[in-house]
């Protein structure tokens, strides 16, 4: 029987981490390394103990979404490059040096904005170029009839800035139907063309990097870094999409909390605020203690979403609260007040995944994961 260990928690299994990047090392060409992204405190995992368990186990370069993320991993240690994969506000541009951390150059303005500052501190800013191939958020545009190359070519050449790299971002990595397929492709196809003339201009363009989790699972590229930030966690951002490799994830988190109570309740009873559920007969009902706050979606209220009581599935009834949820364990004997419900993991021989979570809300795993607050401990399993 699984033990408490407190009102509502997530553990994490770091021997399942260790797996998951193995795995991804399969996919990779040799030269290729992994920049673990541990950006939103590792997709709610923890991107402290995460960064250095990764740290431990031979992965020296990570990127972030922020700086105050970036700040986050040099606090406890982090020693490896880390890559700031959004905007830095020029207030902050300080901590770049202070903690010698590698920016996104996403603009030429910006690019000569970050060269402006490290001039008056005599000093080189560390950082990559990105480019945007067909993403449309971040990076210098490049476009069939090159523009932009100019802009690219000039960041390498401000003096302050210490360019180690130049990267782009796909769009739809994780579609296989044929448009998608030759988006991608064009990507590539214009990652390529700047890499060339860049060559031509003997200008050294660093490390090249531009696979994420999907560009991983479906594409066979031959660049310094890969980018995966949900593959290292185990899971894809939806189950049901077809992937064209085959590796053995490990999903690395669960979900789990208390019953409160265990109450039988007479039929026409109504359970939770809107009283939207209504016991047809009579039934045994659970407090658990978790809700919103915590993460629960409260979208899936009332839609039949189930969790794990003793390895069996039960539906959870009624609105989700906030920080509390009822669950029918009508088929449940013994249940008692101190049992531990599974959201999101295995009890016995049954399973549920984060994907269950996603497709009920609708969203993605991404986003799933990153729904599950801070009010909720992380505990991390023993190495193996
Ligand atoms: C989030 C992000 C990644 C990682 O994406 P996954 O799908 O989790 O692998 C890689 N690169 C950039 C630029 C990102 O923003």
């Known amino acids: 029987m699984l033990q408490s260990k407190t009102r509502a928690w997530v553990s994490v299994d770091r021997n399942a981490i260790l797996h998951n990047v193995e795995e991804i090392k399969k996919l990779l060409d040799e030269d290729s390394e992994i920049m673990a992204v541990v950006k939103a405190n590792a997709y709610g995992h923890g991107d402290t103990v995460i960064a250095k368990l990764l740290e431990n186990n031979g992965i020296h370069t990570f990127a972030v979404s922020s700086v105050d993320e970036a700040l986050n991993l040099r606090r406890v240690g982090v020693s490896g490059d880390i890559l700031i994969l959004g905007y830095t506000p020029p207030v902050h541009f300080h901590y770049l040096i202070e903690e010698n951390l590698l920016q996104n150059f996403l603009s030429l303005d910006y690019a000569k904005k970050v ?13 990559h170029i990105k480019v945007d191939t067909g993403m449309g958020r971040l990076g210098i545009r490049y476009t069939d009839d090159e523009d932009g190359y100019e802009d690219i070519k000039a960041v390498y050449q401000l003096e302050h800035l210490a360019v180690e790299g130049i990267f782009s971002h796909f769009s739809v990595a994780d579609e296989l139907d044929e448009e998608n397929l030759n988006y991608t492709s064009h990507q590539i196809e214009l990652f390529e063309k700047v890499l060339e003339r860049l060559k031509e201009d003997k200008i050294e363009p660093g490390k090249r990097h531009i696979q994420n989790s999907y560009g991983i699972l479906n594409y066979k590229l031959h660049y310094d870094f890969v980018r995966p930030g949900l593959l290292i966690l185990g899971v894809t951002s939806d189950d049901a999409i077809p992937i064209k490799s085959n590796p053995d994830f490990i999903p690395a988190l669960s979900w789990h909390a208390n019953i409160s109570y ?28 978790i809700g919103y706050a915590d993460g629960v979606p409260r979208e899936v209220s009332n839609s039949g979403m189930e969790v794990l009581v003793h390895g069996k599935r039960c539906p959870i009834i009624g609105n989700i609260c906030m920080d509390q949820m009822m669950v029918d364990v009508s088929d449940i004997d013994d249940v008692c007040e101190g049992d531990v419900v599974t959201l999101v993991g295995k009890d016995g021989d ?14 993605i795993n991404n986003d799933m994961l990153c729904r599950i607050s801070a009010r909720v401990p992380r505990f991390y399993s023993r190495l193996k």
Not at 262 to 287: M, N
Not at 351 to 362: A, C, G, L, M
């Open 115 to 127: 060269n402006e500052f490290a001039l008056a501190y005599g000093v080189k800013i560390r950082g």
């Open 262 to 289: 265990v109450k039988t309740v007479q039929p026409e009873s109504s359970i939770s605020y809107g009283r939207h559920y209504i016991a047809k007969s009579e039934r045994k009902i659970a407090t658990v203690s």
């Open 350 to 363: 049954e399973q549920i995944k984060i994907d269950e979570w996603s497709r009920k809300v609708p969203t």
